[in-house]
């Protein structure tokens, strides 16, 4: 049975997959920033969602 990309649920919200083209762009468009930058606060802090996000949250400042 193969993954159906088209279904994301919480789960699938809660982590970044880098290894996903529809994923870097749906997260780099949620926190607005470049593929490059999101790479680097995955690298940073880890694929949560919440680390990333509060991470760069903190770079802007």
Do not use: C, P
Request: net charge negative; hydrophobic share 35%.
């Amino acid at each position: 049975m193969s993954d159906d990309k088209t279904k994301t649920g919480n789960q699938d919200r809660s982590r970044i997959n880098l290894s996903e083209d529809y994923e870097v762009r749906y997260w780099s468009s949620k926190f607005g920033v470049t593929a490059e930058q999101l790479e680097a606060a995955v690298q940073a802090v880890g694929n949560s969602a919440a680390a990333v996000q509060a991470h760069l949250k903190n770079a802007a400042q």
